[in-house]
Each structure stands twice: as structure tokens, then as C-alpha cells.
């Protein structure tokens, strides 16, 4: 057997905002690089650690958003000005990653 697919079913693509009744997904969160930056959200703290494949991947808070807005960061995306905070976070949990 091969993968074989009707062309005929195929319906061309409808953007989601195009569907009523349903709203478009917030963006996800940009990191303040600055503090004049008046969009995007600065880390409160690092909640977790986890190992994904060779990259390591922080569970970040945001300042002022609620828990639903935690989310998983990659390291290369935190900025350097978090350093800090990413050593004490390792200091309190040591075994972590």
C-alpha cells in the first residue's frame, strides 16, 4: 500500500479569524530587552528547568500575567540581563538541570 489522497476532498485554506465566533490566539509573549520598551513582558522569576534534547528550556513567570501566561523559553531566548536570576534559580534548586 501507498499513501494515496482524493484530490477532490481537498477545500481551500480559511485564515481562523475568518470562522465566526471564534477570537484569534494572543501572540505569545516578547521578552522587554528595555526598560523604555513599552510592549512585551519582563520575567518575574524561573519556576522549573527541563532538559530538551541538547537545549535547556526555562518555565518562566511573567510580571503583571496571570499563571495561565506561564510558558516554556528556550535559553537562547532569555536575555543576558537575566543571568542573575537564571544563577540564583540554580543556586535555590541545585539538583535541577
Same mark, same amino acid.
Given at each position: 500500500?501507498?499513501?494515496? &489522497?482524493?484530490? $477532490?476532498?481537498?477545500?481551500? *485554506?480559511?485564515?481562523?479569524?475568518? &470562522?465566526? +465566533?471564534?477570537?484569534? !490566539? @494572543?501572540? !505569545?509573549? /516578547?521578552?522587554? %530587552?528595555?526598560? $523604555?520598551?513599552?510592549? +512585551?513582558? !519582563?520575567?518575574?522569576? &524561573?519556576?522549573? #528547568?527541563?532538559? #530538551? +534534547?541538547?537545549?535547556?528550556? *526555562?518555565?518562566?513567570?511573567?510580571? $503583571?500575567? @496571570?499563571?495561565?501566561?506561564?510558558?516554556?523559553?528556550?535559553?537562547?531566548?532569555? @536575555?543576558?540581563?537575566? $543571568?542573575? /536570576? %537564571?544563577?540564583? &534559580?540554580?543556586?535555590?534548586?541545585?539538583?535541577?538541570?
Amino acid at each position: 500500500l501507498h499513501p494515496v &489522497f482524493n484530490v $477532490n476532498l481537498l477545500e481551500p *485554506y480559511t485564515p481562523p479569524s475568518d &470562522f465566526p +465566533g471564534r477570537s484569534n !490566539a @494572543p501572540p !505569545a509573549p /516578547t521578552l522587554i %530587552l528595555d526598560d $523604555n520598551v513599552a510592549q +512585551g513582558f !519582563a520575567i518575574k522569576e &524561573f519556576l522549573d #528547568v527541563r532538559r #530538551v +534534547g541538547r537545549r535547556f528550556d *526555562y518555565l518562566v513567570d511573567f510580571v $503583571n500575567q @496571570p499563571q495561565s501566561e506561564r510558558s516554556w523559553l528556550p535559553l537562547s531566548d532569555i @536575555p543576558s540581563t537575566y $543571568n542573575e /536570576t %537564571l544563577e540564583h &534559580f540554580h543556586r535555590l534548586h541545585p539538583k535541577l538541570p
